[in-house]
């Protein structure tokens, strides 16, 4: 490792490091991640973060996970074809440099590790903007259930593109430098739609910038970096052996990209049940609260789900039944395959009902 560090990008590394850690030291002094958040936050009517919404940061939203699928489809293809054109086997190493990059930086250590299991609530999850939780400081363990803040999973993609500059920057200066100018900007913008959107603080998008591009400076050491031997087209065992993996990893990507896929939906259920003794909502695993509007005349349900999954396959479910005479049963559920989901729900009921009927909220549930 000692190697590692003396090269200029090494030390570079380092300079990161602390700048990292540095960087990190005021969140914990002063409210800047939540100073920041609050100033896209809706407190009346409507979205929490409209911004989110608005067509520049929603494309960019959108465009994250098109760009991470473009790089793994294109470097399997890549590495696949230089096991059989010989032409193409010096660029082997470099293209597996940029897969692994973006394999291990965004999708092992970002989200497979820490998103998964830091618990870090995100901005829209805060007691402040609307949630339940309370804030948690950067570094520090949440433990929060489906709180996945920490880092920014869509900032690092943008960051992660800074490999480029790591094969580029000593054979094609310009290449390079013009390389490290998209991942900066555009892990930047990506970072910044999730801010104005609540989805993650400022604290989030910095330390994706670093898990996602230190992965690339060790691999790039390992697998290039004076690595002078021409690598083969490869033998019959090689070719094999590269296919079964290729495909693995590639059937790994294909799902994973399924089930990244942001989904954003809002339903309405309108009941037409009299005016009933006793209502009892059953959320699962939504957050419901209850409204009384004096101009309503008919009960509604007003549902949005957020998250990340395969959309095609989510269902909600609103349904109303009768449990006893005069007592109606109104249950929400949500079916689908998705990695996160972040439910809330209104149930708006006319002013009437506020003293002559019964409302009671069941806990949430998985079951």
């Known amino acids: 490792m000692r190697a590692f560090f003396s090269t200029d990008y090494g030390r570079i590394l380092i300079g990161l490091t602390f700048f990292c850690i540095l960087a990190t030291i005021p969140f914990w002094i002063w409210p800047i991640d939540t100073d920041l958040a609050g100033r896209y936050y809706n407190s009346g009517e409507g979205r929490s973060f ?17 760009m991470s699928g473009l790089v793994l489809v294109g470097t399997l293809l890549f590495i696949g074809l230089s096991y059989l054109k010989p032409s193409m086997a010096s660029w082997r190493r470099p293209t597996l440099v940029v897969l692994l990059a973006f394999v291990i930086g965004p999708g092992v250590l970002v989200n497979a590790i820490f998103k998964e299991h830091w618990g870090r609530p995100r901005p829209a999850q805060l007691e402040q903007f609307g949630g339940e939780f309370d804030y948690v400081k950067p570094w520090q363990f949440g433990g929060y259930d489906n709180a996945k803040s920490f880092p920014s999973g869509h900032a690092s993609v943008g960051f992660a593109f800074m490999v480029f500059w790591l094969l580029w920057r000593r054979r094609y200066p310009l290449a390079g430098k013009a390389s490290l100018a998209f991942a ?38 390992w697998l290039v970096d004076g690595k002078t031997e021409r690598s083969q087209p490869g033998t019959a065992g090689q070719k094999k052996l590269a296919v079964i993996g290729l495909s693995v990893l590639g059937a790994a990507s294909v799902v994973y990209m399924l089930v990244s896929i942001p989904f954003d939906q809002t ?93 009671d909220v069941l806990p949430r549930s998985r079951d």
């Open 50 to 66: 409209p911004l989110k919404y608005a067509p520049f940061w929603h494309f960019i939203y959108e465009l994250i996970p098109v």
């Open 184 to 221: 900066l900007g555009l892990g930047s913008l990506a970072g910044a739609a999730r801010i104005v959107g609540g989805g993650h603080f400022l604290s989030d998008v910095l330390w994706a910038m670093y898990m996602s591009t230190m992965p690339g400076f060790f691999l790039y050491y």
């Open 267 to 359: 339903h309405e259920r309108y009941y037409g049940f009299d005016t009933p003794k006793a209502i009892t909502v059953k959320p699962y695993g939504a957050r419901v609260t209850i409204r009384y509007d004096k101009q309503l005349v008919q009960p509604y349900m007003h549902a949005e789900l957020e998250g990340y999954g395969f959309e095609p396959t989510i269902e909600w479910h609103a349904d109303s039944e009768p449990v006893a005479p005069a007592h109606q049963k109104i249950t929400l559920k949500t079916r689908g395959w998705f990695t996160e989901m972040h439910q809330k729900a209104v149930l708006h009921l006319p002013a009437s009902y506020r003293d002559n009927v019964s409302v």
